[in-house]
């Protein structure tokens, strides 16, 4: 269990939701715009909701997170992270043994911040920057750690944007049916059995399901897919088992869908993610 006192001055602790309002405390409590920890969990810890003051940058070093917030659901596999505005209540549950830094961030830091919540990709750079803030322990104040807090606070909105987010609509008949899906996603999913539970037209559906979300039916369906498939081949699972679990008549059909939203195949994609 983490000390009372120590939490803001040892980065690298195991975490628990006992400890979770000493952390908030000490990210409300800290004074350089740039505030960096890192922090270990268990698999399926899970932090309860709660919001920040600042900014967060959550970039999971090992593991697969999943945030919820009212807008929908976002998933941070390694080498991502989710950039969080200030005020977003969130939710976040540990999928496998995770490693989380999370970079929390004045909101009046710098002009040109990002304001909309969002997973993204992490640049080499941007993670040396943030290591080294959480080495050099919080409120250094010191001109180098200075120049290292600018730097990474003008890296942030370059980072490239990841369609790994899962937005919910506020309609209430299309949000059940999100969620109900979310539980038990599947290949198979048909626009006219959706138009038809909630009384519309196959026209009048596409264009409210898209006014809602921001994505069609199918780029929405996909993206719930891989999010329900990459912690099972994160932890090892044969990628015909995931895919013929998820309804896909065959690996190639996963594997070009797999393609189109996380821009590699399978098995390229999580090498990728174990050499970086």
């Given at each position: 269990?983490?000390?009372?006192?120590?939490?803001?001055?040892?980065?690298?602790?195991?975490?628990?939701?006992?400890?979770?309002?000493?952390?908030?405390?000490?990210?409300?409590?800290?004074?350089?715009?740039?505030?960096?920890?890192?922090?270990?969990?268990?698999?399926?810890?899970?932090?309860?909701?709660?919001?920040?003051?600042?900014?967060?940058?959550?970039?999971?070093?090992?593991?697969?997170?999943?945030?919820?917030?009212?807008?929908?659901?976002?998933?941070?596999?390694?080498?991502?992270?989710?950039?969080?505005?200030?005020?977003?209540?969130?939710?976040?549950?540990?999928?496998?043994?995770?490693?989380?830094?999370?970079?929390y961030v004045k909101s009046d830091a710098m002009?040109?911040?990002?304001?909309?919540?969002?997973?993204?990709?992490?640049?080499?750079?941007?993670?040396?920057?943030?290591?080294?803030?959480?080495?050099?322990?919080?409120?250094?104040?010191?001109?180098?750690?200075?120049?290292?807090?600018?730097?990474?606070?003008?890296?942030?909105?370059?980072?490239?944007?990841?369609?790994?987010?899962?937005?919910?609509?506020?309609?209430?008949?299309?949000?059940?049916?999100?969620?109900?899906?979310?539980?038990?996603?599947?290949?198979?999913?048909?626009?006219?059995?959706?138009?038809?539970?909630?009384?519309?037209?196959?026209?009048?559906?596409?264009?409210?399901?898209?006014?809602?979300?921001?994505?069609?039916?199918?780029?929405?369906?996909?993206?719930?897919?891989?999010?329900?498939?990459?912690?099972?081949?994160?932890?090892?699972?044969?990628?015909?088992?995931?895919?013929?679990?998820?309804?896909?008549?065959?690996?190639?059909?996963?594997?070009?869908?797999?393609?189109?939203?996380?821009?590699?195949?399978?098995?390229?994609?999580?090498?990728?993610?174990?050499?970086?």
């Open positions: 269990m983490i000390d009372q006192t120590s939490s803001q001055h040892h980065p690298q602790l195991r975490a628990s939701a006992q400890q979770h309002h000493l952390r908030l405390y000490a990210v409300e409590a800290a004074t350089m715009p740039v505030h960096a920890i890192t922090l270990r969990f268990e698999p399926g810890d899970h932090v309860p909701e709660h919001e920040h003051g600042r900014a967060q940058l959550l970039h999971p070093i090992a593991g697969v997170v999943i945030v919820s917030t009212q807008m929908g659901r976002w998933m941070v596999p390694p080498d991502h992270a989710l950039w969080i505005p200030a005020g977003v209540r969130h939710s976040v549950d540990m999928i496998g043994h995770v490693e989380m830094q999370s970079v002009p040109g911040l990002p304001m909309h919540l969002h997973v993204t990709g992490v640049t080499p750079l941007l993670r040396s920057l943030s290591e080294e803030i959480v080495r050099q322990g919080p409120d250094n104040d010191d001109a180098r750690s200075g120049l290292i807090q600018a730097l990474l606070l003008h890296e942030i909105p370059r980072l490239p944007e990841r369609p790994l987010g899962l937005p919910l609509p506020a309609h209430p008949g299309l949000a059940r049916l999100c969620r109900s899906f979310i539980s038990a996603p599947s290949a198979r999913l048909e626009i006219d059995e959706w138009a038809a539970r909630t009384g519309m037209s196959r026209r009048t559906f596409t264009r409210v399901f898209r006014q809602e979300t921001g994505l069609s039916l199918s780029a929405w369906r996909q993206q719930a897919c891989v999010m329900a498939a990459l912690p099972r081949l994160t932890a090892g699972d044969a990628v015909t088992v995931v895919a013929l679990d998820l309804g896909y008549d065959s690996m190639p059909a996963f594997t070009t869908m797999f393609s189109r939203v996380m821009g590699a195949p399978p098995k390229t994609y999580l090498n990728n993610q174990k050499a970086a």
